[in-house]
């Protein structure tokens, strides 16, 4: 970023707005204030800088955690540039509170959620202005002229001019408010495999994660933070700490004790030699006692989220009605990256290098632990080893913020592995109750939802939106439907986890469906087609899945499959899940995946977003789960939270259905369906119902379907 320009409030151009408030792509460069800045690169907007070189530089102001924004962002502006992709250099943007708009990388949000437009009308805008400059040199009309590859072009006379050498001449134009964009049948960019711009940094190991970062005279540390929710530092016995080799000092700060060392070794070690008394709160809580609090609520109406027809009624009048009870557990992020950030707290200045992905929220936090203006915290975004969601948080941050100001140096503050894990934002627990009615053909006219889960939002009108996301928001037509939320109030603390509400939503909705089909003695795939038929998009993903996967056709003995759908954010999927069980253990073997997500930027990154979206779920519904005892988690590393090993991996196959909607949401739609679709296939195999997760083998051999 120390080649941008700096410019103040009254330089930015709004090109595009988002539907969460105001998203300032353009920055305008109304009068040269001197000749230097005349004659400098070409830079009309935050995102682009063309230089006299003909190098392209785009700034990339979401965070990667292996979703490929470095990659895709800047195809859309390269594409609507006309940018030779040769030439085009990525740079990630530091954190600023207004210049790039929003720069929180959640919700599958990076291109769906206002990037896609304003993206295309920097590019398309600084094309205009090149292609002005040229004319202009020749003296001919800008319609006369076109674009390729980083070149303008005069046909009539055979004349080509780099963008880099009108650059100079561009940077003293106007700025189009309203450039003219390509139609999608005109992308040369858009919509192809080209090499991921980090992969060569990746696999020659310099590619530069929040772990990896380095500033010279840095120490390194961990926190130990209290063991049960709510707790706090009594005492601290720092002499054993202290005596470790490569400790330097002990100190205390807000949400724990910082160990300081030389080496993150040392560190580690001397956190396992600290003696801490904790004023713990609460540590009594348990599992047991929250899903007991769970059915204690469900037990009363809650407040209404969705009202349509008269469901009580339908129910009570219905041929047959289907009655059960669902739930999820807790589940931790577990980034392969543990939480880590490295500050650099000085006099007048604050530096911070951090794998987040919220790089407003860090500058922010800092600014009001330290004191310091926000414009005086510089925050540089490291890629990020998994985030999930819960990097959106900033406690790691101000773990490193506060260390690095009590020591008067910059110090890089690294959790255990078991610190990250007793101390996340869990994807909260569930309990839903469903009745659904079914009339004499085998229809469903009504159905019932009552939700039970720890809000992670706030609650709009009673209602948490993440808690009946998913069901809430069905794109299943049923003329009765009633879906209440009860909130119960927890000290286990919450937060987004990839997907937010339907990772759990979709596995008890669909699974629901699933025994709705078979009261009604129908296909799973035919009873969906019939409450998609005002759908057609989700229709299609349906039918193609069920095509693809060869849904109806034999399988081997031993063998079955199960189907679950999505609709989220932008993105619809359909899953179908092969599996068996062998030697009590379930074992997947293919998944099929059809995914309409709109128009596609890079297919290679969608189809590896879904595939790992699957796997991400798959460790989830075979795995996932935290409990609760004493108050704190019992979890704490990955032989007691398990993840999908290699030799477990189902062969996946990923269909993308053709699409000229605007681009929809990726990294998250595909992780919800694999848990119904694998506990559907189970129901179908051993004629046993899945209703908690995770699956288990005694669940397969439990009495009740």
Excluded at 320 to 334: D, E, V, W
């Amino acid at each position: 970023m120390t080649a941008m320009t700096r410019l103040d409030r009254r330089d930015f151009l709004r090109l595009g707005v988002t539907a969460g408030g105001g998203l300032f792509l353009g920055v305008y460069l109304p009068g040269a204030r001197d000749r230097s800045a005349r004659l400098g690169p070409f830079q009309p907007n935050a995102f682009l800088r063309v230089a006299p070189d003909d190098s392209v530089t785009i700034w990339v102001a979401r965070s990667d955690m292996g979703q490929g924004v470095r990659t895709a962002l800047p195809m859309i502006v390269a594409e609507e540039l006309d940018a030779d992709w040769n030439r085009v250099r990525v740079q990630q943007a530091d954190a600023h509170p207004t210049r790039y708009g929003r720069m929180m990388t959640v919700g599958s949000s990076s291109v769906r959620g206002g990037a896609w437009l304003p993206l295309r009308k920097a590019g398309a805008a600084a094309r205009e202005m090149l292609v002005a400059a040229a004319a202009g040199r020749w003296g001919v009309s800008p319609s006369e002229c076109r674009t390729e590859r980083g070149r303008v072009i005069h046909d009539q006379s055979g004349r080509t001019l780099s963008f880099g050498a009108v650059a100079e001449a561009a940077a003293a134009l106007p700025v189009p408010p309203e450039p003219r964009l390509k139609q999608p049948s005109a992308f040369r960019l858009i919509g192809t495999r080209v090499p991921q711009v980090d992969t060569p940094l990746k696999v020659t190991g310099r590619a530069a994660y929040g772990i990896d970062a380095r500033v010279p005279g840095m120490l390194f540390a961990t926190v130990v933070h209290p063991p049960v929710f709510g707790g706090k530092v009594r005492t601290v016995e720092e002499a054993q700490a202290r005596a470790v080799p490569g400790v330097r000092q002990v100190v205390q700060v807000s949400q724990g004790v910082a160990v300081v060392a030389e080496n993150t070794w040392a560190a580690f070690r001397g956190a396992k030699a600290l003696e801490v008394t904790w004023d713990n709160s609460d540590s009594s809580l348990s599992s047991e006692e929250i899903f007991k609090r769970f059915e204690q609520l469900a037990e009363r109406p809650g407040t209404v989220a969705r009202s349509d027809g008269n469901a009580a009624d339908a129910l009570a009048g219905a041929a047959r009605r289907i009655q059960a009870t669902y739930q999820a557990p807790y589940l931790a992020h577990a980034t392969m990256e543990p939480m880590n950030c490295t500050a650099d707290v000085r006099k007048d200045r604050c530096e911070i290098w951090a794998p987040t992905q919220n790089p407003q929220g860090a500058q922010s936090a800092a600014a009001q632990i330290t004191g310091l203006p926000v414009d005086a915290v510089t925050v540089h975004v490291q890629l990020l080893g998994c985030g999930w969601g819960r990097r959106s948080r900033t406690d790691f941050v101000q773990d490193a913020v506060e260390t690095s100001m009590k020591l008067g140096a910059p110090v890089q503050v690294l959790w255990t592995r078991e610190e990250d894990m007793q101390h996340d934002f869990y994807r909260p627990a569930a309990h839903h109750r469903l009745d659904g009615g079914l009339d004499h053909a085998g229809r469903l006219i009504a159905l019932h939802a009552r939700i039970v889960a720890q809000p992670i939002a706030g609650s709009r009108d009673g209602v948490d939106g993440p808690a009946v996301a998913g069901v809430a928001d069905t794109p299943y037509a049923i003329a009765n439907l009633l879906v209440d939320y009860c909130r119960p109030e927890v000290a286990v603390p919450v937060g987004y986890w990839r997907s937010v509400g339907p990772s759990q939503n979709a596995f008890i909705l669909e699974s629901f469906i699933d025994e709705l089909a078979h009261a009604a003695s129908r296909d799973p795939v035919e009873l969906r087609r019939e409450l998609l038929s005002g759908h057609p998009r989700l229709h299609q993903v349906l039918d193609l899945a069920a095509e693809k996967s060869g849904w109806g056709t034999p399988l081997p003995a031993g063998r079955a499959r199960g189907i679950g759908i999505c609709e989220d954010k932008g993105g619809l999927v359909a899953e179908v899940a092969e599996v068996s069980v062998q030697a009590g253990q379930v074992r997947v073997h293919r998944v099929t995946c059809a995914a309409d997500c709109g128009l596609i930027i890079h297919p290679g990154i969608v189809e590896a977003q879904i595939a790992g979206s699957i796997v991400g779920g798959l460790s989830a519904a075979l795995y996932g789960e935290i409990t609760i005892e004493g108050g704190r988690v019992r979890q704490g590393n990955f032989h007691d939270y398990a993840l999908l090993r290699m030799r477990e991996m189902p062969a996946i196959e990923v269909h993308l259905v053709p699409s000229g909607e605007e681009p929809g949401g990726v990294g998250e739609p595909a992780v919800p369906p694999i848990a119904p679709a694998v506990a559907n296939a189970l129901f179908a195999l051993t004629g046993r119902r899945i209703r908690r997760l995770p699956i288990r083998a005694e669940s397969l051999s439990s009495t009740g379907s």
